[in-house]
């Protein structure tokens, strides 16, 4: 079975998948969300197309999360799409773009589709992101851009204010753009924002898709300078605005982000706890980052000789835990890993702890 098979099954049993494989979050949402999405379709708000600049208070609540004010952003329909938007807008054929391997592969695709190239560095190693050290040795007179996921997906790993600021002087120094992918920040308490050092050329990848559980909604955002911004608007598909329950939710969540962060949090610390300890059970398993600054991680496997799909695929069919296998995040190092996230209930994880141990006996027999 391959994986888009995987994903086809997973849906369709989706109240009893433990859904550990994309790094959403099933956790319960807060009820003042629900509430806003309920009032919304009750008020028949989705007759009328949305105010292009998003619903009354949504972008203002987003900069103050973000503690920025001399910004401007375009909403987007999630997260990645805001990537496309910038990669579009900023390059042309035969440009580079300095990311990483592991990574989101999909914006590595994004940059292709601008006839441009993605130089994926090798983080597969401690420290587990793209130090400023390894950065100038990968930037080339192509390069245009550099892209950084903090904290990262799939390693959940987190760049350190010394490692950020070091970033944005190499983009500085070369007159790079900088893309800080932000998707994960609400989990990592120590967080730094690439802005702080280089606010003239960075753009902020911002999703409501992971902490506040909305990723089905699809609302996200790309932030930056207004001139900047500016330019991007062009390659904006999205006239006729934003998704306008999804908009509602996101209002929502960020109002009430101090109510129910703090329990995102403390339940992702739980369960990376939890699948420690069952990695440990297993000969050879092994996990690179611990602990994750995000609500996923990597298992490694290359020890046990045991193919990551194989385990996809043996969890998810024999006992209803879906995971991800490395391929998907990863050219060099797929055949290596298992990402499983843990933004789930205490219930879903204990499944996890006991399938998992069990999965990778049967296979390495």
């Keep these: 079975m ?45 007759n009328l197309y949305p105010r292009k600049a998003g619903v009354v208070g949504l972008s203002e609540a987003i900069k103050e999360d973000l503690r920025l004010d001399d910004v401007e952003m375009i909403l987007t329909n999630g997260g990645i799409e805001g990537e496309y938007i910038a990669t579009r807008a900023l390059l042309k054929a035969g440009d580079e773009v300095l990311s990483t391997d592991p990574a989101f592969l999909p914006i590595h695709d994004q940059v292709a589709m601008a006839g441009a190239h993605a130089i994926e560095a090798d983080i597969y190693r401690a420290p587990y992101v793209l130090t400023p050290e390894h950065a100038l040795e990968s930037v080339t007179p192509r390069t245009k851009l550099l892209l950084v996921i903090d904290p990262n997906n799939p390693l959940g790993s987190g760049y350190s204010r010394a490692q950020i600021a070091g970033l944005a002087e190499i983009a500085r120094d070369r007159g790079l753009w900088l893309i800080d992918d932000i998707t994960y920040r609400d989990f990592n308490a120590d967080h730094v924002l690439a802005t702080e050092f280089y606010p003239e050329k ?105 193919n990551p799909e194989a385990v996809e695929e043996r969890l998810l069919l024999d006992h209803l835990v879906h995971t991800r296998a490395g391929s998907y995040l990863s050219k060099k190092h797929g055949g290596k890993f298992l990402r499983v996230s843990f933004t789930v209930s205490d219930a879903d994880c204990a499944r996890f702890a006991q399938a998992f141990p069990a999965v990778m006996d049967k296979l390495a027999a």
């Excluded at 003042?32 to 028949?44: G, H, M, P, Y």
Aim: hydrophobic share 45%; charged share 20%.
């Design 2 to 46: 391959t994986s888009k098979d995987n994903f086809e099954f997973a849906h369709a049993h989706r109240k009893e998948v433990a859904w550990m494989s994309q790094n959403t979050n099933t956790l319960p949402v807060h009820p003042a969300i629900l509430d806003a999405i309920r009032a919304s379709a009750d008020e028949q708000e989705f």
């Design 202 to 306: 960075t753009l902020l990848s911002y999703s409501f898709s992971k902490a506040p559980g909305l990723a089905g909604m699809r609302i996200g955002a790309i932030l930056g300078p207004p001139a900047a911004i500016q330019s991007l608007r062009k390659y904006d598909t999205n006239v006729l605005g934003v998704n306008v329950l999804a908009q509602r939710a996101a209002l929502a969540a960020l109002r009430t982000k101090k109510a129910w962060l703090p329990g995102v949090r403390r339940t992702c610390e739980r369960n990376q706890e939890t699948i420690r300890r069952t990695v440990a059970k297993v000969d050879g398993a092994s996990l690179p980052v611990y602990p994750s600054k995000a609500n996923m991680f990597v298992i490694d496997l290359a020890p046990t000789g045991v």
